[in-house]
Structure formats: structure tokens, C-alpha cells
């Protein structure tokens, strides 16, 4: 009875345990199915999710965008200048002489018409001397020529009378008066008339001695008075090149080297001396405004242009010009460099946009522009004129429409983006920082 029982039992547990095992195999083959399943759904998303999702991730993009606006534009050009004095020459003795005294140095200021210094020059007293007796001597030769002239007249005179009565009473009455008479007295009229033009020659020929005589003496004087070396205009002293006692020579003197005594600069009034390139030369007017930044002073300064060469230069291909400024106080040296803004044009309620929404290819140029929906659409402008920050839009855009600033890589035409409305000044700003 034992064995019986036993039997059945262990082959009832056998069946049961066969039964847990496929149980097991077929739930984890239910399992992996499952997640073989999930996996591929999550991975093969539809069109229309994927369309959802970009839509997503791009509604979340945040741009930087400007409103297209009016404002007054000017065109300018910047440049760097050097200033340098209204006037300034180097002082020279027109005679050679010696140095008797100087009294100027290195920073003195002088007026116009101030001795700076005076030579000794004797052999040009001399040369007066000589000139002043020239003078003397022809007017001695007029005062004589003269009373020659005088006493020819006289005879002249006389002669002339003597052959007129001779020759009326021989007319009058045949056979009164010797027809030889007659003829010597005519003659004696017509030598006396020959002395008289011969005299007025010598008076006329002492009288350009006279001449030739005074103009050496002006000569000599105004050598002599160049013995004095004056400042020709108010300003300073600059440099100083010769000592009391120093020969220097005439400045007039091609066949020497002549150095000059000083060097004089007026600085009462300055130039700026700009270097115009050709592109903008043509756009340059007498009057045009100005502003100077004066780095060495820290400080700005207005002008405006106040004569210019009209003429490029051969080498630089530049347009020298120059703007005057007003310098009694002293603050501007000579030599000083600033940077001058130079307005070219102008244009007042201009449609602008910032310049860095611009994007450009030769000729074409393109914007990114916002419309009400939030969405970007690429569009083809025609540009204008442009300062340092906005460009002026001719066509393309209207007036309130927004457009995309910056780099532009991350957008692309039908993009839905979050506007962020800035200024172009303010990206200008942040640019530049």
C-alpha cells in the first residue's frame, strides 16, 4: 500500500513542476515582446509627431530682434590729423655780417615787426657811403647842366634875333644888306640852336646818372637796414641756430649754405592738416562741419573746413585739407595728433534698420524679417545710406517691421522664434563692450 501511494504522488509533482516552467518561459518571452514593442514605438515616431516637435523646440528659440524706424543719418568719415602753426619760416639775414647782438631764445614770444637781432656789416657802410656821394655828384652834374643849358638858351637867343632883323631888312630892300651878312648870321642862329640841344642832352644824361645813383643808394639802404633782423608776424620762438659774434651768411646766397639765425612759428592759430582719400575727396565744400577729438587734452573740438587743395597727390593718392582753429589760449602744441569726424552727407527721416541685421553679397543684401505669427522670412533689401550703426533701407521693408540682429547661422526662412526686442544702438553698444 505504501508503494502505491508514493508512486502517483511523485508523478503528480513532476507534471506540476513541467507546468511552472513553461509558465516561466512563455511570460518572459511575453516580456521581452513587450519592450521590443515600446522600444520600437518610441523610436519611430509619425510625420506629423516630428513636425509637432520641431515646431516645439523651435517656438522655444529665443532672437534678438529690431524695429525697422526713421531717423536722421549722416554719412562721416574719420581721420587722423596733425596740427601744425598758421605760420612758420625760418628767419635769415638777407646780408653776411657778424652777430652783434640776439635777443631772442627757444619759447620767447615776440610781436610782429620786434628786432631779434643786429649785424655788423662794414664793408656795406661803405657801399652807402659811395652811393650817397654818387648821389651828391649827379646832382652837382644837373645844377651844371642846367646853367649850360641856360646860357645856350641866351645865345640861341640872341643869334636867332641878330638873323631875323638882318634877314627882314634884306627882303625889305634889295641891295641894303650883304647877302653874306645874311648867310653868317644863320649861321650863327643854327649853331647857337645846336648848343642849346646839346646842353639839354648832357642835363638829360646827368639826370640818369642820377638815377642809376639813387637806386644804388636804395640799394644800400635797404641792405643796411636788413642789419636789423625783425619778427615778421607775433609768435614764438621754435629754434635758435647762431650765438652773439657768429658770421652768417646772406640768404639770397646760392653758392653757400646759409643757416638761419631762428625759426618762428605762429601759434596763435593752427592748422589741422588732413589727408582726404580720393574715394570722399569730391565730397569735401568749404564750410563742411567738423569734430576733432583731441586725445591728449581728452576733449572734442568743432571747426569746419577751411580750405583744401583740389588737387590729389600723385604718390598718396590724397586730397590735402585743412581746417583753422583758434589756439590765443595756447592749450593746442604744434605736432599734436587728433582724430577728426568729417560729416559728408546727411539725410533727415531716413528708414533704417540696425546694421548688423544686414547680410550681404556684392551687390545683393538680405534681412531676416519677422512677421505677426513670430516666423522668420528671409527678404532681398536695397540699402542706402550708413553711419556706424543703422543703414537706411530704400525698398524691402516698411516702416514697424522687425527684423532678426546678429548672426543669422541660427536661423533659418520659416523658423518660429521668441522675439527679444532690442535697439540697434543698445547692440551697437553691447558690440563694441
Same mark, same amino acid.
Given at each position: ?40 514605438i ?86 652807402l657811403?659811395? /652811393?650817397?656821394?654818387? +648821389? !651828391?655828384? *649827379? $646832382?652837382?652834374?644837373?645844377? @651844371?647842366?642846367?646853367?649850360? &643849358? ?19 631888312a ?11 651878312e ?10 647857337a ?13 646827368a ?50 649754405? /646759409?643757416l638761419?639765425? +631762428? !625759426?618762428? *612759428? $605762429?601759434?596763435?592759430?593752427? @592748422?589741422?592738416?588732413?589727408? &582726404? ?26 571747426g569746419t ?46 528708414l ?17 524679417a ?39 547661422s ?24
Open positions: 500500500m505504501s508503494a502505491r501511494r508514493a508512486g502517483p504522488t511523485l508523478h503528480a509533482a513532476m507534471n506540476k513542476g513541467m507546468s511552472e516552467k513553461k509558465l516561466w518561459i512563455i511570460g518572459t518571452v511575453l516580456v521581452f515582446a513587450a519592450i521590443m514593442m515600446w522600444r520600437w518610441g523610436w519611430a515616431p509619425t510625420k506629423a509627431d516630428d513636425e509637432n516637435q520641431t515646431r516645439t523646440e523651435d517656438s522655444d528659440t529665443p532672437a534678438a530682434v529690431g524695429r525697422v524706424e526713421r531717423r536722421t543719418l549722416s554719412n562721416s568719415l574719420t581721420i587722423a590729423g596733425e596740427f601744425k602753426p598758421f605760420q612758420d619760416v625760418d628767419v635769415q639775414a638777407k646780408a653776411a655780417g657778424y652777430i652783434r647782438v640776439i635777443y631772442v631764445d627757444v619759447g620767447d614770444h615776440v610781436k610782429v615787426g620786434q628786432t631779434l637781432a643786429v649785424l655788423e656789416i662794414p664793408e656795406l657802410a661803405a657801399q657811403a659811395g /652811393a650817397d656821394a654818387s +648821389v !651828391r655828384r *649827379a $646832382q652837382e652834374e644837373i645844377r @651844371r647842366a642846367q646853367s649850360d &643849358i641856360e646860357r645856350a638858351q641866351s645865345t640861341h637867343s640872341a643869334a636867332h634875333s641878330a638873323y631875323a632883323r638882318l634877314k627882314q634884306a627882303d625889305s630892300t634889295a641891295g641894303l644888306v650883304a647877302q653874306q645874311v648867310d653868317n648870321s644863320q649861321a650863327k642862329d643854327l649853331e640852336e645846336a648848343e642849346m640841344a646839346s646842353r639839354q642832352a648832357a642835363l638829360s644824361g639826370q640818369q646818372q642820377m638815377e642809376v645813383a639813387q637806386a644804388n643808394q636804395q640799394q644800400f639802404t635797404a641792405l643796411s637796414s636788413y642789419s636789423r633782423i625783425i619778427a615778421p608776424f607775433a609768435g614764438v620762438i621754435t629754434g635758435r641756430y647762431a650765438d652773439t659774434g657768429a658770421l652768417v651768411q646772406g640768404g639770397t646766397s646760392s653758392s653757400t649754405q /646759409a638761419p639765425l +631762428v !625759426r618762428l *612759428a $605762429q601759434t596763435s592759430k593752427l @592748422r589741422l592738416v588732413l589727408a &582726404i582719400p580720393e574715394s570722399v575727396a569730391a565730397h569735401i565744400h568749404l564750410g563742411d562741419a567738423v569734430r576733432v577729438r583731441v586725445q591728449a587734452l581728452n576733449r572734442d573740438i568743432d573746413v577751411s580750405r583744401f587743395a583740389d588737387s590729389l597727390d600723385r604718390q598718396t593718392r590724397t586730397m590735402e585739407t585743412e581746417i583753422d582753429f583758434d589756439n590765443r589760449e595756447g592749450r593746442l602744441i604744434p605736432g599734436m595728433y587728433a582724430e577728426t569726424r568729417l560729416s559728408l552727407r546727411e539725410k533727415k527721416d531716413a533704417t534698420i540696425p546694421i548688423e541685421s544686414v547680410t550681404r553679397n556684392g551687390n545683393d543684401a538680405t534681412v531676416l519677422v512677421n505677426l505669427q513670430n516666423v522668420v522670412e528671409e527678404r532681398h533689401v536695397r540699402l542706402g545710406l550708413e553711419d556706424e550703426t543703422h543703414v537706411e533701407i530704400i525698398s524691402g521693408l516698411s516702416d514697424g517691421d522687425r527684423v532678426v540682429i546678429g548672426s543669422r541660427g536661423f533659418h526662412d520659416g523658423q518660429r522664434i521668441q522675439p527679444n526686442e532690442v535697439s540697434g544702438a543698445t547692440t551697437k553698444t553691447e558690440r563694441d563692450n
